[in-house]
Nanobody, 118 residues
Framework: QVQLVESGGGLVQAGGSLRLSCAAS????????MGWYRQAPGKQRELVAD???????NYADSVKGRFTISRDNAKKKVYLQMNSLKPEDTAVYYC????????????WGQGTQVTVSS
C-alpha cells in the first residue's frame, strides 16, 4: 500500500529555518504532482507549495521568497526548505501527492507540527 511519511517538524524561533521531508513508499508506478499543505488551529487547510514531476513549482503568496520546494524523483521524496520563519507559519504541515499505483489517487501524509515562537 502507498504511504507518505513526513519528518522534520519542530519548534523554532522566529527568523529560523526548518526543512521538512516527505517520503513515498509502496508499489508506486509514478508520482505526478507533490505538494505541502498546512493547517493552523481554527483555519482551513491551505496550499503552501507544490511541484510537478518536471520541477515546475508554485507557491502561496505568503511564503514566496522564504520557502523552497524540491523533489527527488528517484528517491520518491519531496522537501520543503523553510527560511525566515514567522509565528504565523505555525501549523501542522501535510505532504500530499498524486500517485499512480494499484490504487491511484491523491494521498496525504499524517502531518508534522511546525511551531514558530516569537
Amino acid at each position: 500500500q502507498v504511504q507518505l511519511v513526513e519528518s522534520g517538524g519542530g519548534l523554532v524561533q522566529a527568523g529560523g529555518s526548518l526543512r521538512l521531508s516527505c517520503a513515498a513508499s509502496g508499489s508506486i508506478v509514478r508520482i505526478n504532482n507533490m505538494g505541502w499543505y498546512r493547517q493552523a488551529p481554527g483555519k482551513q487547510r491551505e496550499l503552501v507549495a507544490d511541484i510537478t514531476s518536471g520541477g515546475t513549482t508554485n507557491y502561496a503568496d505568503s511564503v514566496k521568497g522564504r520557502f523552497t520546494i524540491s523533489r527527488d524523483n528517484a528517491k520518491k521524496k519531496v522537501y520543503l526548505q523553510m527560511n525566515s520563519l514567522k509565528p504565523e507559519d505555525t501549523a501542522v504541515y501535510y505532504c500530499a501527492a498524486d500517485i499512480i499505483a494499484a490504487a491511484s489517487g491523491g494521498y496525504w501524509g499524517q502531518g508534522t507540527q511546525v511551531t514558530v515562537s516569537s
